[in-house]
């Protein structure tokens, strides 16, 4: 379906929005020593190491490698939580990873669930993994993966999911590969219920979750059908154009809600322009042939109030970072890295 020029409150939201982060204040004050709250970036590589660095300059293993790539990294309150084949979590900042309480439900991994998408953490809620161990496929820990258990509330949930987003309004939705059972929990005290989509997904693909502000993404990871959008809560989809059909879309992800980027395999990034619905590649300061499996965007809010964002992604160089919300890349770590939190 070709997209049509009608587009979408949210397309001129993100528009807005960019513009209104390209502002530059300057107010005397050196920015680069007055840092209030940094951030924290983990990463995995190929080989299985898990990585933190907290300004992409020095950088902390904290997981040795076992041959076994990460598969999605989170941070649970205090606690990070990784997937590989099997599931850990650490409570000292990374010094030793535990296993999940020996006689509790420690989650299987689903096979069918790809990268981030597939662990999610709502604060004040649960933290959630995609799992082949129970029937609806989701698994929840309400100790930051300390222990888990089949959630309660997917009694409604009749195929097994694989992805998980949470908008901005709280609204919390989970998607089975396929593209035909999309679920909503609007609060940590509902259950999950089915979306009646008027027009939904494409079937027989294999799909996972994003989103950008309170716009649900769909992308489809085998790169058939591309990346989908809904504005009214997953009733309705369109599709974006611009994305090479012939590669998967590893990754997708809207990073700060400023942007949103597509990672393809062996094509590089790919930036959406939000006038007209379109992506177009966005490779300036990337290897040639580069495949990219993940990506997140993270800031460090000064002393003045000043923001300055960063967007990482992995990919099969290395770690990259951009300083202007995807249209030109830095290397700052080489290696064949995958998962980012």
């Known amino acids: 379906m070709r997209y049509r020029k009608c587009y979408s409150p949210f397309l001129f939201l993100l528009a807005a929005g960019l513009l209104a ?3 530059k204040k300057s107010d005397g004050i050196d920015n680069n020593k007055v840092i209030r709250t940094p951030y924290t970036v983990f990463y995995g590589e190929k080989v299985g190491t898990i990585t933190k660095t907290n300004d ?11 041959g076994v790539p990460a598969r999605a990294i989170t941070a649970s309150g205090d606690n990070i939580v990784f997937v590989k084949s099997f599931l850990r979590y650490s409570t000292n900042n990374g010094i030793n990873f535990n296993q999940p309480v ?3 439900a420690i989650p299987s991994v689903n096979l069918n669930a790809h990268w981030s998408s597939m662990l999610l953490d709502v604060p004040g809620d649960r933290l959630y993994v995609a799992s082949a161990t ?4 989701i698994e929840v820990s309400p100790d930051n993966g300390k222990t888990w258990e089949p959630d309660p509330g997917a009694a409604g949930v009749t195929a097994p999911v694989s992805s998980f987003t949470r908008t901005n309004d709280g609204n919390l939705y989970s998607l089975d590969p396929t593209g035909s059972g999309l679920y909503l929990r609007p609060s ?3 259950a999950w219920t089915p979306v009646a989509a008027a027009t939904g997904l494409p079937a027989g693909s294999s799909w996972y979750l994003s989103h950008s ?11 058939a059908q591309g990346v989908y959008y809904s504005d009214d809560g997953g009733v309705n989809w369109k599709n974006f154009q611009g994305l090479p059909s012939s590669q998967e879309v590893l990754s997708c ?7 949103v980027l597509a990672g393809t395999d062996s094509m590089g990034i790919y930036m959406l322009d939000p006038t007209t619905g379109t992506f177009n590649p966005s490779n300036n300061g990337l290897k040639p042939q580069t495949s990219v499996y993940g990506i997140t965007g993270k800031q460090d809010i000064y002393k003045n109030g000043i923001i300055k964002r960063y967007v990482y992604i992995t990919t099969s160089d290395g770690l990259y970072r951009s300083e202007d919300l995807g249209r030109n ?5 080489t290696g064949n890295t995958r998962a980012i939190w």
Do not use: E, H, R
């Open 188 to 190: 940590a005290t509902s």
């Open 329 to 333: 890349w830095v290397l700052m770590k």
């Open 21 to 23: 982060g390209s502002c």
């Open 102 to 104: 020996p006689g509790q």
């Open 253 to 259: 992800a809207s990073p700060l809600d400023q942007v």
């Open 134 to 137: 129970s029937a609806s496929g």
């Open 213 to 223: 502000n309170n716009t649900l993404l769909a992308a489809d990871y085998s790169g």
């Open 56 to 66: 992409g300059i020095s950088y902390q293993d904290i997981f040795t490698p076992d």
